[in-house]
Nanobody, 125 residues
Framework: QVQLVESGGGSVQAGGSLRLSCGASGNIASRSSMAWFRQGPGKEREGVAAIDNNGNRRYSHSVEGRFTISTDIGKNTLYLQMNSLRPDDTAMYYC???????????????????WGQGTQVTVSS
């Protein structure tokens, strides 16, 4: 089992920054890949950024160049640094973990078995 707890959400004006954190515990093999997803009002959950044990990273086109995913050395905390925030970044952000890295589609939510409860990010214009 893996437990994930997000924090760091909040309200910010467009152009601002936030850093999300996700505390992870439990079976480390089950969280070989970790990722951030988001779900805006009336939208499907979408992958934002993912990272694996080897430091490989993948970003969605909408956030590439603005967001950075990282972990601490022990992979007990996952971070998402979000810069140049826009109103369309407004969403509930979820931390996720899975046992493997799919090179073709690491932002596919079907590969992530463990999820946090989410933290809200609101960006005003």
């Amino acid at each position: 089992q893996v437990q994930l707890v997000e924090s760091g959400g909040g309200s910010v004006q467009a152009g601002g920054s936030l850093r999300l954190s996700c505390g992870a515990s439990g079976n480390i093999a089950s969280r070989s890949s970790m990722a951030w997803f988001r779900q805006g009002p009336g939208k499907e959950r979408e992958g934002v950024a993912a990272i694996d044990n080897n430091g490989n990273r993948r970003y969605s086109h909408s956030v590439e160049g603005r967001f950075t995913i990282s972990t601490d050395i022990g992979k007990n905390t996952l971070y998402l640094q979000m810069n140049s925030l826009r109103p369309d970044d407004t969403a509930m952000y979820y931390c996720a973990a899975g046992p493997a890295w799919d090179r073709r589609d690491p932002l596919n939510k079907d590969y992530y078995f463990y999820w946090g409860q989410g933290t809200q990010v609101t960006v005003s214009s």
